[in-house]
């Protein structure tokens, strides 16, 4: 089992930035892939970012490539979001996820375990 919970969403204006946390519990943490996806009320969840079990391979969504940065710190179970350049249209809840053994990475059905999310709010 593991349980992950986030924190550091916000209120922030078009153009800031924001750094997103998700605390894992486990002793596992870095044998498990780790995404963030998020979710607009009404809508599917999206694809928004995955690291790799070491760190070394990071993947994006067009939407937030070169904006957005995705990390891990196996030490302290932590993975991290940082967001800048932010646009309304990524205002969302933002969850992170974690797989053991995923066939890509890009799909919800691909993460084993999910956090609450924490809400991300944009303005114009």
């Known amino acids: 089992q593991m349980q992950l919970v986030e924190s550091g969403g916000a209120l922030v204006q078009a153009e800031g930035s924001l750094r997103l946390s998700c605390a894992a519990s486990?002793?596992?943490?870095?044998?498990?892939?780790m995404g963030w996806f998020r979710q607009v009320p009404g809508m599917e969840r999206e694809f928004v970012a995955a690291?790799?079990?070491?760190?070394?391979?990071?993947y994006y969504a067009d939407s937030v490539k070169g904006r957005f940065t995705i990390s891990r710190d196996n030490a302290k179970n932590t993975v991290y979001l940082q967001m800048s350049s932010l646009k309304p249209e990524d205002t969302a809840v933002y969850c992170c996820?974690?797989?053991?053994?995923?066939?890509?990475?890009?799909?919800?059905?691909?993460?084993?375990?999910w956090g609450q999310g924490t809400q991300v709010t944009v303005s114009s």
């Open positions: 486990g002793r596992t943490f870095g044998s498990y892939v």
């Open positions: 690291i790799s079990w070491g760190g070394d391979k990071a």
């Open positions: 996820a974690a797989g053991r053994a995923p066939d890509s990475v890009i799909y919800d059905t691909d993460y084993d375990y």
